[in-house]
């Protein structure tokens, strides 16, 4: 998802140092994307660890998460197409901004119901988004300075 809004921004740097900065991102992107998808996997693996077994859900459970999982695909291109029609990079970041400030809120909120040995899951994607807010707003103040 992020990797594919910061494309976005990308395409709509107009300045080279502006793509630079933002292209810069790219591995910090990657790096949640790969958390996202591991997250499931290690919350199960701490379970089992500690003798617990992991999350069992039936068949209309699974189609049920499934169901949100499309949705959710199908939400991300909508937003990914309704960027691609803003003329700047710096109105994209701006939103990408706002979405991350909420998510980091709902992910604080959400480290209250986690087991205490996953709690470290849960702070390792908090701190990624963190560092993504950090810069993305390190690339706000330079295309702002850029423009002055």
């Known amino acids: 998802m992020w990797n594919e809004f910061l494309s976005v921004a990308i395409d709509k740097a107009g300045e080279e140092g502006l793509r630079e900065k933002l292209q810069s991102l790219l591995p ?43 949705d959710a695909e199908e939400i991300n291109h909508e937003v990914n197409d309704s960027l691609k029609q803003l003329s700047s990079a710096t109105e994209i970041l701006r ?13 604080e909120v959400e480290l209250g119901y986690y087991h205490p040995a ?31």
């Open 28 to 70: 910090l992107v990657n790096e949640i994307d790969a958390y996202e998808k591991s997250f499931i996997r290690r919350i199960n693996e701490s379970k089992l660890a500690r003798g617990e077994g992991i999350t069992q859900l039936s068949e209309e459970e699974k189609e049920e998460i499934a169901e949100y999982d499309r």
């Open 95 to 107: 939103i990408l901004r706002s979405t991350l400030v909420s998510e980091i809120k709902r992910r």
């Open 118 to 148: 996953e709690r470290g899951i849960g702070e390792e994607g908090i701190a990624l988004y963190q560092s993504l807010l950090q810069h993305l707003d390190d690339v706000l103040t330079y295309a702002r300075d850029a423009r002055n």
